[in-house]
Structures are given as structure tokens and as C-alpha cells.
DNA sequence: CATGAATGAGGTTTCATTCAT
DNA sequence: GATGAATGAAACCTCATTCAT
């Protein structure tokens, strides 16, 4: 990695911290700097503004996101079911345990921003519900867009009690829904 | 109503639909006051300050959230159990559906704002799940715990549609919810 | 006395009480009315505006110490100078224990407020001086000048001590100038 | 000198003029930059807070007089007590007279603005009592606690005289003491 | 590339004063 | 006379952004 990238890999690591705690209004852009040991005109010159700082850590984890559903997605239409399911609904999930911070300003931050922000997160939320119910076709499943819905909210739920409580919910979660009948 | 009561009022919902509009964040009181048609300095003859005023927005959403969950129970325990399940599951979320300013403000600009704000909401949360939980098992459902998570859980999805899209899901969430099998 | 000299007096006593307290800036309006008992506007019907409040009130003092003084100074010259001396040393500095918030106006908001009440407080400390050395001239003493100036510094820097510290050193403080000559 | 130490210099130099001239309550912090040829901002990369921007100016004040004093006292220890009289009751007072602004700062400011103001002033005159009875009495000095509140009380008069009217006291003022016998 | 001092627009908050009742 | 709700000018303070070094 040169210099240049690893400088803009500390805001970013930094940035994620620094928000997750703070929330995105409160962090100001001289606690990113401090927390990643630069100047804080540096962040500056690797980013446009705090608001496009934000803007960049979404679209991160969006891509992540749809990259490991569409993996899943591939590998349930070539016939592999079992390992589709495990990145559709496992990974995903562990994804968002592992970049808790992201996942955070992903599913909160981003609501309560300006309009830009909203409609980026509006949009999103379409893609991960379409996806998730086109998942549950391809699974065979009936009531895909139904069960869609139930996925997603509980998903957030557990997600959030992550973030509030510090309490690992994990693999298990899909257990959970399976035990009252939306893998069913 | 008492003149003071009235401008109190007049704050309130001028301050519910701005932070709802603008986030808790980019509403300025000026905001607030000038949709109320009020001066500048009248916020402060009623509010401490503007993180005061959230808060009191906040309690007073959770106190009739409350309120209509501990009623349903009450009814539930009298054996009118049909009442208390309309109290419980299709009033609350009328009045989050009437009241969307408020549930945004409490599901999304809660957790974003300050570390007091968070306990806050961490502490309604628990409070919630726990009185979910509680009526599932007075209705006798099986697997109470997990399907209390499931509920609050998609209930809120269902809200933030609703906010996001201005899609009405109204009384219908419950039918959703049945058909997977939730509530039996 | 009338409702409204009764009423005025009301405020003027509170006023002072507030001031000498938190000092005039930090004194609000509404802490004086609120501590006359008495609604927030009241004070505008008896004062023009806080400021003036507070010259009326330094006038009232000076006044007061002036008169003292003056009779004191005729005594003297109707060769009762035993009554003069206690008139112009006792009795003024017993005014300023028994006044000790118009004292500690007069003598420290006076000088620390707007030009105007700066121009007040040294027309009236050279009154002072003035009266006080006539008086020690009067009384046959050397050295009149230095000793009108020994004689305010001190009484000033005992007066702070029983602001301070709430020590009374009332009427032996002459005594204590006696001890260092500066009374003969 | 660095240039953030070159700058906090003129907002402290600033800062004198403008209180002294105008009162700490009155005088805004936008008066202090523009007089320094700064924004506004700036100030408040160098002081948390007007009122702690204060409180550094009356400490630095304290420091040097005490410094001034002790150095008197070690002198007059040392057996040189010609030029330790000369520190503690001629520099200490020329102190005054070069840094009046400060002067007048400490000995009327400190005791018009908040409760921690005043404690802090009281502390400071209770500790200047002691050092100059310390040196009186060390001096061989009879009467020394009497003589030690004449000279405070004295010093802040004709410091306060210097402030009202200008006029220059400096190094007469021990003369004047001297003639009615406060140092014998 | 990196620094960190400086900027100033923009927000919150205060409170002397006014005025309808 | 008295009330107290409302006003809005003016202060403090913050911090995203710029820029000289």
C-alpha cells in the first residue's frame, strides 16, 4: 500500500470510530485527525468535505453488502443452496457484526442526516429488500416478500442490540427466525 | 387551555415536524420558533435548551407507548384478551403511524444524538421487549422471547417504510406477521 | 407610605440585596422582582431601566454618606468636635456596615460598570476626599492630605474585609489608625 | 518567541486594554480579537472561555506580585533589608503602576463577576496580608498586622487614584506613610 | 505531501425591555 | 397599578474549511 493510501486508510479506520461513538454530527473532523495521529488539514486533502467522508463510508459498506448478496445469490443459482445461504444470511450479518461502526452509520446515521443522505439510504433499503426477497424465491421459499421484511427488520433489531448492549447475537440469529417459521 | 399552554403546544408540534424534516441536528430553534410563529427567544421561556426540548419530545412518546402497551396488558389479564391484542399490537402502531414525527424522532434521532440520549433510548427499548415479551406469554404463545424480538423488530422496519416511503402498512402488519407463522 | 412608595421601596431593598450578591451584570432584572415579590414588568413602572436603577441607588448612598459628613463638619465648626469626630468616623463607617451592599456598590460595581457610573465614582471619592481632609483640618491635624488619603484607603480596605469575610471591625478601626498616628 | 505564542501575547495584551477600559462583562470577546487584528474564532484556540481568559490574567498578576514579594522577604532574611523594602513596597508598587490594567483587573473585576472570582481575590488578598506582615515583622516593625492593612488599604487607594485620575503616586507613596509614622 | 494556525459563518442562549390584558 | 408572556438584539462559542509554511 503506498503512503498515500494507508494515510487515507487511517482517516477511514479513525472516521468509523470516531462516528460510531460520537455520532456523525458530533464528531468533529479534528477528532478523526487526532484519532488517526495526522494534522488536521490532512484530512482535507484526501477528502472534500465531512460530508462526502460520510458519503464514502456508506458506499464501502453498501458495496460490501450487495457484494457478498450477489456472491449468494450466484452460488444458490449454480445450484450450491447451502453455501448461497450461508453467505446470503451469515455473512451478511457477521459483516455488519464485524464493521459494527459501519453498520451503525449505515443504519442510523445515515436517517437522520440531511435529504442526501435519506434518498442514499431510501435506495439502499430497496436494493437489500429486493435482493433478500429474490434470494428467497431462488430458496424456494413462499411468501418471499413477507418474509423479506421480517429478515431485514429482525436483522436491524439484533444489529442495534449489538450497538446498545455489546451482546453477540451472531450465527444464532438465523436459528431464531427458523424456530418460528420464516425459513419455512 | 391557558395562553401558556397553547405557545407550549404551539412548540411542540412546530418542533416534532421540524426535527422530523431536518433531523434533530439541522433544526435550528429559530426553525422551530418561526414555524410556531413565534419570536426567536420564546423556545428558551419554555425549553431549557434544545437538547431538553428532545428529550421531552422523547418521554412523552414513550409514555404513551406505555401507556397503551400497559392497558392492553391490564385488558389481557381480565380475560378480554381480543381487546387487549388491538391495544397492544394494532393501537401502538396506529399511534406511530399518527404520530410518525415522534417515532422517527425516538427510533433513529435517539440513538444518533448524545450519550445521554442513547441510555434513554437503550432503557425504552428494554422496557418495550420486556412488556412484548410479557403479553405474548399471557396469550400463551410459545417461543415468547424470540418472537418478541421478531415483532419490535419488524414493527420498526415497518416504520421506517413508513417514513421513508409514505407507505401506509397500517393494521396490516399484524396479517403479515401471522402468516409466518409469529403469532401462533 | 404609600402602595407605591411601599412598592418601590420593595425593589430597591431587593435590588440591593441582588447586586451585592451576584454583582450588577449577573444581576437580572427578573432576580429582583422575583425576590421583591413582585411580577417582572413592576420594575419598569418604577425605573427607566436597570442602569438607572442603579445610579438611584448609588445616589441614594452618597447622599447618605454626604449628610453625615456635612453635619459632622458643623458640629466641628460649632466647636462640638468630640460629636464631629464621631459623626464623620463612626458614624459613616457604621452607615457603610449597616449598607454593606450599597457599600460594595458604590465602591466596586461603580468603577467596573459603563463610563458614566466611572465618572460618578470619582466625582463623588473626591468629594469625599475633600470633606475628609476639612474635616482633619478643622480638627487642628498636620499632615491633612496624606492622612485624608490614609484615612479612605483604609476604611475602604475594611470595608472589603467585611464583604470578604464577613468580619466586623466596625467602630475599632479608628482605634487601630490611632495606634499608627495617623490621628495626631 | 513561536507564532502561537506571539499570538496568545497579543490577545492577552488586547485583553488588558479592553477590560480595563471598558469591564470584563462589557467588553466582548469580538473587541479583544479586533484590537489584536484577529477573528474572532481565534480567541477560543488560545482560552476555553472569557471567564477563564480572566482568570489567567488575574493569575499571572498574582504570580509576578508574589514573586516580587518573596523576593523582598528573601532579601530582608538575608540581612539586606534595603533592598528587600525596595522589592516588597517600591517594585511591587511600580508593578501596579506598569501593568494598571491588570491592576485594576485584580482589585476590582475579581470582586464584581462570579463567586469563583471572588474567592479567588479573596485568596489572593488574605495571602499578599500575610506576606507583607511577614515582612513588617521582620523588619522589627511593632504593630505589624495594623500596619500591614494600612499599607494594602493605602496601595489600592492611590492605585485606585492612578486608574481614576491618571495621576502618577509611583515611588512617593512610602513618603507619604513614612510622614505619619506607619513605618516606625 | 503534511502541518496546524487562522478564519468567520452560523448556531445556541440570555435577558433587558415592551405591551396586551 | 400590576402582570407575565413575548420580543429580538446581542453576546458567546463551535468547528468545517482554508492556506501560508
Known amino acids: ?27 468533529r ?30 458506499e464501502t459498506v453498501k458495496e460490501e453488502l450487495l ?12 445450484g450450491n443452496s447451502e453455501q448461497g445461504k450461508v453467505l446470503l444470511f451469515l455473512r451478511t450479518f457477521d459483516l455488519m457484526i464485524k464493521e459494527r461502526e459501519l453498520a ?10 440531511s435529504a442526501e443522505f435519506q434518498k442514499f439510504y431510501k435506495e439502499s433499503k430497496e436494493i437489500f429488500l429486493r435482493k433478500t426477497q429474490e434470494s ?3 430458496l424456494g421459499l413462499s411468501k418471499s416478500e413477507i418474509k423479506a421484511h421480517i429478515l431485514l427488520g429482525t436483522a436491524r433489531h439484533f444489529i442495534e442490540m449489538l450497538i446498545l448492549s455489546n451482546k453477540e447475537v451472531s450465527s444464532k440469529w438465523i436459528e431464531v427466525l427458523k424456530e418460528v417459521g420464516v425459513f419455512s
Chains 1, 2, 3, 4 share one sequence.
Do not use: P, W
Open 67 to 78: 457484494s457478498l448478496m450477489e456472491n449468494g445469490i450466484s452460488l444458490i443459482r449454480e
Open 29 to 58: 473532523v479534528s477528532d478523526i485527525t487526532e484519532k488517526a495521529g495526522l494534522a488536521h488539514g490532512t484530512f482535507y486533502l484526501y477528502f472534500e468535505s465531512k460530508e462526502k467522508f460520510l458519503l464514502s463510508l456508506l
Open 1 to 27: 500500500m503506498s503512503q498515500s493510501q494507508k494515510t487515507r486508510e487511517k482517516l477511514v479506520e479513525a472516521g468509523k470510530k470516531v462516528i460510531y461513538e460520537k455520532g456523525f454530527h458530533c464528531a
Open 104 to 113: 451503525k452509520i449505515l443504519f442510523f446515521e445515515a436517517i437522520c442526516t
Open 136 to 138: 428467497l424465491e431462488l
